[in-house]
């Protein structure tokens, strides 16, 4: 049996960020290089810019993940950190499924799909009775319109199951925010979508805070897929993880998003609970702004990571929770995975320095690192193939960057429903 090694260090200061390097192109161009176009980025890079964070001119920013058990694969699975994009199914520029224009606020900008092949493993989902069949949707007061409905569930759940049947080796974990109150809605949604193959059964989840079973042993159990859902009856009902018997969270959009602190989420156990076994850290604002996300996932997402480690009586959150995760001003969401991952798998600064065999705090010379930092850690990982991809906004959606006037729109929209 392997001794696990857990070092409770904070890190409570950030790296500087080296300047841009010269002009480059072709594919040629690294982190933080100055770019022009979509192809002048090397693999896993894409050219953005960060206008919030005062970066006036575009650079080569990371935008694909890591995944920390192919460098580490035989430690149970509440041990790593992993991706969750927040309402991963509200994509910009998602065509219409009603036919009504869309008038509501995106948390992403390419497809499910694509999330997955950047390297996210966690996807949070909204889920609605809505035209006789269960809804992605975004709500008013618990009830999904047609103009915040964004597509039937099963096509999503469908993109799921690809990715999972076309990528052996991956786990997914699956957040229901849930509003079916359909006789075994989900039941039936999970079986159409064919994912019930993959299905981590509840009878198997451990339960008080002991570990889960090791990323290897899930993997060849075929147990790759973990739903949970916020209500507590359909644990027994229809089989679904009820999510706050096995995971605790942080408060979600703005009422979380303190400098230096971590409350806890409502319905949640205390962060410090020793009941529960995975932690999920929601880090994004009430209303998203695109424009806005890059400078979030700069120094204040590492700082926010800190706070919750001390919160949790040091404990690495599992799930980063945020919207528009690929954005950033170099590293983003990514680099501070990889941070996590490495001090708290192998003892050092970051996944990529981290060598299989080798003893705690034995680590590869890869020279500096270019991003932020999170908190302290103990394991090892590759880098997950995919194209990144940045769609654009649809004639059928309405699209605007101020949540102000979303809630302004959604407001006058309903009120006008209901007169």
Same mark, same amino acid.
């Given at each position: 049996?392997?001794?696990?090694q857990?070092?409770?260090i904070?890190?409570?200061?950030?790296?500087?960020?080296?300047?841009?390097?010269?002009?480059?192109?072709?594919?040629?161009?690294?982190?933080?290089?100055?770019?022009?176009?979509?192809?002048?980025?090397s693999?896993?890079?894409?050219?953005?810019?960060?206008?919030?964070?005062g970066?006036?001119?575009?650079?080569c920013?990371?935008?694909?993940?890591?995944q920390?058990?192919?460098?580490?694969?035989d430690?149970?699975?509440?041990?790593?950190t992993?991706?969750m994009?927040?309402?991963?199914?509200?994509?910009?520029?998602?065509?219409?499924?009603?036919?009504?224009?869309?008038?509501?606020?995106y948390n992403?900008?390419?497809?499910v799909?694509?999330?997955?092949r950047?390297?996210?493993?966690?996807?949070?989902?909204?889920?609605?009775?809505?035209?006789?069949?269960?809804?992605?949707?975004?709500?008013?007061?618990?009830?999904?319109?047609?103009?915040?409905?964004?597509?039937?569930?099963?096509?999503?759940?469908?993109?799921?199951?690809?990715?999972?049947?076309?990528?052996?080796?991956?786990?997914?974990?699956?957040?229901?925010?849930?509003?079916?109150?359909?006789?075994?809605?989900?039941?039936?949604?999970?079986?159409?979508?064919?994912?019930?193959?993959?299905?981590?059964?509840?009878?198997?989840?451990?339960a008080?805070?002991?570990?889960?079973?090791?990323?290897?042993?899930?993997?060849?159990?075929?147990?790759?897929?973990?739903?949970?859902?916020?209500?507590?009856?359909?644990?027994?009902d229809?089989?679904?993880?009820?999510?706050?018997?096995?995971?605790?969270?942080?408060?979600? /959009?703005?009422?979380? +998003?303190?400098?230096?602190?971590?409350?806890?989420?409502?319905? $949640?156990? #205390? %962060?410090?609970? !020793?009941?529960?076994?995975?932690?999920?850290?929601?880090?994004?604002?009430?209303?998203?702004?695109q424009?806005?996300?890059?400078?979030?996932?700069?120094?204040?997402?590492?700082?926010?990571?800190?706070?919750?480690?001390?919160?949790?009586?040091?404990?690495?959150?599992?799930?980063l929770?945020?919207?528009?995760?690929?954005?950033?001003?170099?590293?983003?969401?990514?680099?501070?995975?990889?941070?996590?991952n490495?001090?708290?798998?192998?003892?050092?600064?970051?996944?990529?320095?981290?060598?299989?065999?080798?003893?705690?705090?034995?680590c590869?010379?890869?020279?500096?690192?270019n991003?932020n930092?999170?908190?302290?850690?103990?394991?090892?990982?590759g880098?997950?193939? /995919?194209?990144?991809? +940045?769609?654009?906004?649809?004639?059928?959606?309405?699209?605007? $960057?101020? #949540? %102000?006037?979303? !809630?302004l729109?959604?407001?006058?929209?309903?009120?006008?429903?209901?007169?």
């Amino acid at each position: 049996m392997r001794n696990y090694q857990f070092t409770p260090i904070l890190l409570l200061s950030l790296l500087l960020v080296p300047s841009p390097a010269a002009a480059c192109s072709s594919g040629a161009c690294q982190l933080l290089d100055s770019c022009s176009r979509a192809d002048d980025c090397s693999a896993g890079l894409y050219c953005g810019k960060c206008a919030a964070a005062g970066k006036k001119q575009p650079i080569c920013v990371r935008g694909q993940a890591n995944q920390p058990a192919s460098i580490v694969k035989d430690l149970p699975f509440n041990k790593y950190t992993w991706i969750m994009t927040h309402n991963s199914f509200s994509i910009d520029g998602e065509p219409s499924s009603t036919g009504v224009p869309r008038v509501t606020f995106y948390n992403q900008e390419d497809t499910v799909t694509n999330q997955l092949r950047n390297g996210v493993r966690g996807l949070m989902l909204d889920m609605y009775d809505f035209e006789g069949d269960v809804w992605l949707c975004h709500s008013f007061q618990g009830q999904c319109y047609n103009f915040t409905a964004f597509e039937p569930a099963i096509n999503t759940l469908k993109e799921v199951e690809a990715f999972l049947s076309q990528n052996p080796l991956e786990i997914v974990t699956i957040i229901i925010e849930d509003y079916v109150h359909a006789p075994k809605g989900l039941t039936k949604l999970f079986t159409n979508s064919g994912l019930t193959t993959y299905w981590y059964p509840v009878t198997a989840m451990p339960a008080n805070g002991k570990d889960w079973p090791s990323v290897s042993d899930m993997v060849a159990r075929n147990h790759r897929l973990l739903v949970f859902t916020n209500i507590a009856s359909k644990e027994a009902d229809e089989g679904i993880a009820y999510q706050w018997r096995y995971m605790v969270e942080n408060e979600p /959009g703005d009422p979380g +998003l303190v400098p230096g602190s971590c409350p806890n989420r409502k319905e $949640s156990p #205390p %962060l410090n609970s !020793k009941s529960s076994s995975l932690f999920l850290m929601n880090y994004f604002p009430t209303f998203p702004v695109q424009n806005e996300a890059c400078k979030e996932h700069s120094g204040a997402l590492g700082e926010m990571v800190n706070a919750c480690y001390k919160a949790s009586g040091n404990v690495v959150p599992n799930f980063l929770a945020v919207n528009f995760y690929m954005r950033s001003d170099g590293g983003g969401i990514f680099d501070i995975q990889d941070r996590i991952n490495g001090l708290n798998l192998c003892g050092c600064k970051t996944i990529a320095a981290c060598q299989v065999g080798a003893p705690f705090g034995v680590c590869k010379n890869i020279g500096s690192s270019n991003s932020n930092p999170p908190p302290s850690i103990n394991n090892r990982g590759g880098i997950i193939s /995919g194209t990144i991809e +940045l769609s654009g906004s649809a004639s059928t959606t309405v699209h605007t $960057s101020d #949540p %102000l006037l979303v !809630k302004l729109l959604l407001t006058l929209t309903i009120t006008a429903l209901l007169l």
